[in-house]
């Protein structure tokens, strides 16, 4: 299985290795997660596992998310995602998995979704210079010519302008775990994640440190 685990993202502080060096660290909630379902690839033409984490109540649920979760015995989970999993591997609907599965010194793949900062102009969403800042000039923030004139005849896409900015999926790749406190299903990881405190992670076994 590429180890894989849902969390919630607690906030930044900072641990000493055992040579005096401050090392800026995220702690991650991670679990525990429940197994909601076990696709195989004779049934569903796959192999994969869905797993459930967070708590939701049953009032917020459909009759059909009830009995979904009422079949694998988990209590109604607020998120679900699929992790491919060898045909071998095995999982059954109810188990548990924990913080445990990840070991101080591992490297992972961290996903979730970047803070939302609405919407932006060029100088703050691309990082754009802008114009002279003098009275005359009359071009200070805005992007400027962002297209031809009778030959195209249309702006090509990708032009950097204003719009949304943030609130988009993002993975940061090959970081290191720190530690992990398997008690409290707490796990450090060192740099900064995408998303704010409170936010959804998923962490997964490192791509590029598996290389």
């Known amino acids: ?9 607690v906030g930044m502080t900072r641990i000493f290795t055992d ?3 401050s090392v800026p660290v ?3 909630e991670v679990g525990p997660c ?9 049934r569903d033409g796959y192999d994969a596992i869905q797993l459930g984490f967070g708590v939701r109540r049953e009032k917020s649920c459909t009759k059909p998310e009830l009995g979904h979760f009422k079949k694998a015995s988990v209590e109604p989970c607020r998120h ?5 999993v060898a ?7 109810g188990d548990v998995l924990k913080a445990d599965i990840f070991a101080t010194g591992d490297r992972v793949d961290v996903t979730g979704t970047s803070k939302g900062k609405g919407f932006q102009g060029v100088i703050k969403r691309h990082g754009h210079g802008g114009g002279p800042g003098g009275h005359g000039s009359h071009f200070h923030r805005a992007p400027g010519s962002i297209g031809q004139c009778a ?5 090509f896409k990708g032009v950097k302008l204003p719009g949304q900015m943030g609130n988009k999926q993002r993975t940061t790749q090959n970081l290191e775990i720190m530690s992990v406190d398997a008690e409290k299903n707490l796990v450090a990881v ?5 998303g704010a405190p409170g936010g959804m992670v998923i962490l997964k076994k490192s791509v590029k440190g598996a290389q």
């Open 34 to 42: 429940y197994v909601v379902q076990r696709k195989t690839a004779d």
């Open 1 to 9: 299985m590429s180890t894989a685990l849902m969390g919630k993202k």
């Open 26 to 28: 995220t702690l991650v």
């Open 19 to 21: 040579d005096g060096r």
């Open 80 to 84: 679900l995602r699929e992790f491919r």
């Open 190 to 194: 060192k740099g900064a994640l995408p």
């Open 87 to 93: 045909s071998d591997a095995e999982f059954k609907a």
């Open 151 to 155: 030959d195209p005849a249309k702006v």
